[in-house]
């Protein structure tokens, strides 16, 4: 079982839509979680970090159910520039802030 | 640009050569990361430096990958007598231990090195 699992998609959605995708870990001593996205060919970016109050940046919010192991990120009013794999990642509890990545969701926002 | 840069961008090599990549971080960075990304999946962790130190190493870091980072500075990662399994990218990441920076413990990414092994 991977240590990060994501639904690979890809989900399919119109532009002004909302879109939900989910993460699992299984990694309970797991400190810090961050949702990366990932454009065609290019290196991840951070979007956003994920806190167990749940936080909001824009049209995306992100939320973290400690309790069981699952991570969310909600993307409303899609826009063609959301096209892209977005990467659910954690850090184990170690000094060294290794990022563990889950396999990615692939979302094309269409017009 | 002060961003993460990485050399050679792209590398085709036959089975059972030696190849060479490097990764320059962010000056100011301490932190230096070694992942590999096989199509369709997430980045997988290889090493990670701390200065120059190499403090950490994956399982997925066979024998015939080395990496080092000699002066705390940029780093190389090598792989010898490369094995057609070895084809993918290669990317490197920087990070700051200093809580001063805004960016404190945000890994950013290079551009990566695309390897084929024919």
């Known amino acids: 079982r991977k240590e990060v699992e994501q639904d690979p998609g890809p989900f399919n959605v119109p532009e002004g839509a909302t879109v939900a995708f989910n993460c699992t870990y299984s990694n309970s001593a797991s400190q810090s979680f961050f949702w990366y996205r990932q454009d065609c060919r290019k290196e991840p970016k951070l979007l956003m970090s994920?806190?167990?109050s749940g936080n909001e940046d824009g049209r995306f919010t992100a939320q973290l159910n400690r309790a069981s192991q699952y991570i969310s990120l909600l993307i409303r009013d899609s826009k063609l520039s959301d096209s892209a794999t977005y990467l659910c990642?954690?850090?184990?509890?170690?000094?060294?802030?290794?990022?563990?990545f889950g396999g990615g969701t692939r979302l094309m926002v269409k017009p | 640009d002060t961003g993460v840069s990485q050399n050679p961008r792209h590398k085709i090599t036959k089975r059972g050569q030696n190849v060479t990549f490097r990764c320059d971080p962010i000056?100011?960075?301490?932190?230096l990361y070694w992942y590999r990304q096989t199509l369709g999946q997430g980045p997988e962790f290889l090493t990670y430096?701390?200065?120059?130190?190499?403090?950490?190493k994956s399982r997925l870091l066979s024998d015939r990958f080395s990496a080092e980072r000699p002066k705390g500075s940029f780093s190389t990662l090598e792989i010898q007598r490369t094995e057609q399994g070895d084809s993918a990218m290669y990317l490197c990441?920087?990070?700051?231990?200093?809580?001063?920076?805004?960016?404190?413990?945000?890994?950013?990414f290079g551009p990566g090195t695309r390897l084929t092994v024919l």
């Open positions: 994920v806190y167990s």
């Open positions: 990642v954690v850090t184990p509890n170690n000094a060294g802030n290794m990022l563990t």
């Open positions: 990441a920087s990070s700051s231990d200093e809580e001063r920076l805004s960016s404190y413990n945000e890994q950013f």
């Open positions: 430096f701390q200065n120059e130190a190499q403090l950490e």
């Open positions: 000056s100011e960075h301490n932190r």
